[in-house]
């Protein structure tokens, strides 16, 4: 981890991008976030990365919303209901509701959306996989049959990343599996796209048709209200710039801001801490489909033998008030927390990985790493880890690059054998990335295959807890990622900013706020 000093240390390349881009924000109330880097296309069904998804959250909605319980409540949808012993949904729209080129949103909207999103969207195949058919019944009623009950519907269609966001149907229907261009980003969101100047920001305009919800904003459900006439979001990579640009009143927010500043920032008056109400967790991602470590599994359970994960949450989080070192997939307290394999999750062994290597078949060849400095805990661990693997005389070359190049990079099997991301809290098991076969990673094996149908057949929640305790097992059996720990991370934002929560959301959202 950077000194505190070098962190809050700006370039000059820096400094004179925030007074560019404060000279362009004179006008009254524009909010501006310094996010990570620049995002990739806003295109929200296709991607998980989520600086595309907390811009694209202003823009596209859901039919459903998490409260701040994690409750899926309903956003787009109006009421549901379950026929045929699950396996049809009837969900009806509310009416009313515009998409910002002035097209009412209606049933069939939704059916384009759930169609592509079902083929193409990272997370679709979790619903729509078991799909019959889906139709619109009515102008705002659509109708989705499925060939089993899925006890999760509802979870998985409540959230933009990865998610079923409701397109045009127009605009559904004709983009297939390629990234909408920026035209296309309509959606029915309390704000509008209005422009994106690469690596200067992506601006959003408030929605004057905009037609919230009537119930109390809960986290992501109820009423969206938008304040602002504009919102930039500013790439700003260097965290220590992100901190001096609040500081300076360059910006009004600034996302994860690293864990050696959180006592000094805590007492600092020019800003206010935003820490995360769940936990999110570090994961190296093993390529399981080309390399090294394809079907290797004793050679990635080496890999996580050498690993005290500890001493990589310390230099990356910084306070032990920030994480916790411990190896179940859900915090502890949440109705799917379990110990099922984590006897392997951090036993820093060096000797016994160095053994267990070898018989794995490992020469000693380059394990490629690939990692962003955009996270700066991303590159931390990774730095803390290739030192530990090397005391187990796994020899390992880290990939540095920017956070856009690595979520190209990592779609790419050829390119890396271990990539580094991390992941939010999510509600229900179905919705880790490394559950979907298709996300990077590519975990794919007869008996994770024969869990994953099990658990999206699973309705009784009892049964999904059984199922996900198997799951888990497995996951420390065949390693397709490494959890490296659970971790607050914590944002900033300026003190003349008034709405936010006592802790921040799982992702940022800017509706609900106002100037002072």
């Known amino acids: 981890m ?5 962190m809050l240390t700006r370039t000059a390349a820096a400094m004179a991008t925030a007074m560019f881009l404060t000279s362009q924000a004179s006008a009254a109330g524009m909010f501006r976030e310094a996010t990570i880097g620049e995002p990739p296309p806003l295109d929200v069904m296709l991607t998980t990365a989520d600086v595309a998804s907390t811009i694209g959250a202003h823009i596209f909605e859901t039919l ?7 409750v899926p409540q309903p956003m787009l949808a109006e009421s549901d209901k379950l026929e045929d012993d699950g396996k049809t949904i009837v969900i009806t729209l509310r009416q ?3 998409f910002h080129n002035g097209k009412e949103l209606t049933a069939e909207d939704v059916v384009a959306s ?4 079902g083929e ?3 997370r679709g195949k979790l619903l729509m996989g078991n799909a019959t058919s889906v139709e619109a019944t009515d102008k705002y009623e659509v109708t989705l049959k499925l060939s089993a009950p899925n006890g999760a519907w509802k979870t998985l269609i409540s959230d933009v990343n990865g998610g079923l966001g409701i397109y045009p149907a127009e605009i559904a229907s004709a983009a297939g599996g390629e990234p909408i261009a920026q035209k296309d980003y309509i959606g029915t969101g309390p704000y509008k796209f209005k422009e994106w100047r690469p690596n200067r920001y992506v601006e959003l305009e408030k929605f004057a048709d905009y037609k919230p919800r009537s119930e109390e904003a809960s986290g992501f459900a109820g009423a969206r ?5 504009t919102i930039r979001f500013i790439p700003v990579p260097d965290v220590g710039t992100r901190v001096s640009g609040v500081q300076a009143g360059d910006y009004e927010y600034a996302e994860m801001i690293s864990g050696d500043l959180y006592d000094t920032l805590s007492a600092d008056p020019s800003v206010v801490i935003q820490r995360r109400g769940t936990p999110l967790f570090g994961l190296f991602f093993m390529n399981s489909k080309e390399g090294i470590l394809k079907d290797n599994f004793k050679l990635r359970r080496a890999i996580q033998m050498a690993l005290d994960k500890s001493q990589a949450l310390r230099v990356s989080f910084g306070p032990e008030g920030l994480w916790t070192a411990q190896g179940s997939v859900f915090p502890e307290g949440n109705y799917f927390y379990s110990t099922a394999g984590t006897e392997a999750y951090s036993q820093h062994d060096p000797e016994g990985a160095k053994k267990l290597a070898a018989e794995a078949g490992y020469d000693g060849t380059p394990i490629r790493l690939l990692v962003s400095t955009n996270y700066q805990a991303h590159y931390d661990q990774a730095t803390v880890f290739t030192q530990q693997l090397a005391e187990a005389g796994i020899n390992v070359q880290m990939i540095v690059v920017d956070w856009a190049t690595l979520l190209k990079m990592r779609g790419q099997a050829e390119q890396w054998d271990i990539f580094v991301t991390h992941h939010g809290f999510q509600p229900d098991p179905a919705l880790f990335t490394f559950m979907n076969a298709s996300y990077p990673g590519w975990w794919s094996s007869p008996e994770i295959e ?3 149908q099990e658990l999206s057949v699973a309705v009784e929640p009892e049964t999904r807890k059984a199922v996900w305790e198997k799951t888990q097992k497995l996951f420390y059996e065949q390693v397709p990622a490494m959890k490296v720990g659970d971790a607050y991370a914590y944002d900033i934002a300026s003190p003349k900013v008034d709405g936010f929560a006592k802790n921040a959301e799982y992702r940022p959202r800017f509706w609900g706020l106002k100037f002072k």
């Open 225 to 229: 209200i938008a304040d602002f006439d």
């Open 114 to 117: 759930m169609k592509r999103w």
């Open 2 to 6: 950077k000194s505190s000093l070098r």
């Open 64 to 70: 459903y919303a998490y409260d701040s319980s994690f």
């Open 96 to 98: 009313g509701v515009m």
């Open 120 to 122: 193409f969207g990272a």
């Open 450 to 452: 024969a869990l994953r």
